[in-house]
């Protein structure tokens, strides 16, 4: 079956900057888009970064464009999110996502299909 596994956070100061990684198996990795969405305590989900499948072209929240920069390797079915300039805003779990159809949707996590666990970035003052 599908796993998606997140790696790479901590607890970092204000300024500071973190790389999360996502395993992907059980899926054709290439084949699919793939997103990054955090979510505080008491908050929304909020899309975060997107890569598509086949061009990489790459899309950022706005309140994460750029600083942010969202990255895939095919070969090893992994896909990334280098994190500068973190802000004490940026706290939250983050998740990694697969989408399921190649609809050209990456805004809304109701457009993915597959889930990791997530993995807490905490920024402090």
């Known amino acids: 079956q599908v796993h998606l596994v997140e790696s790479g956070g901590g607890l970092v100061q204000a300024g500071a900057s973190l790389r999360l990684s996502c395993a992907a198996s059980?899926?054709?990795?290439?084949?699919?888009?793939m997103g990054w969405f955090r979510q505080a305590p008491g908050k929304e989900r909020e899309f975060v970064a997107a890569i598509t499948r086949i061009d990489g072209n790459t899309y950022y929240g706005d309140l994460v464009k750029g600083r942010f920069t969202i990255s895939r390797d095919n070969g090893e079915s992994t896909v990334s999110l280098q994190m500068n300039s973190l802000k004490p805003e940026d706290t939250a779990v983050y998740y990694c996502a697969a989408k399921l159809y190649n609809d050209g949707r990456y805004y809304s996590d109701r457009h993915y299909y597959y889930w990791g666990q997530g993995t807490q970035v905490t920024v402090s003052s």
């Open positions: 059980g899926l054709t990795f290439s084949g699919r888009g």
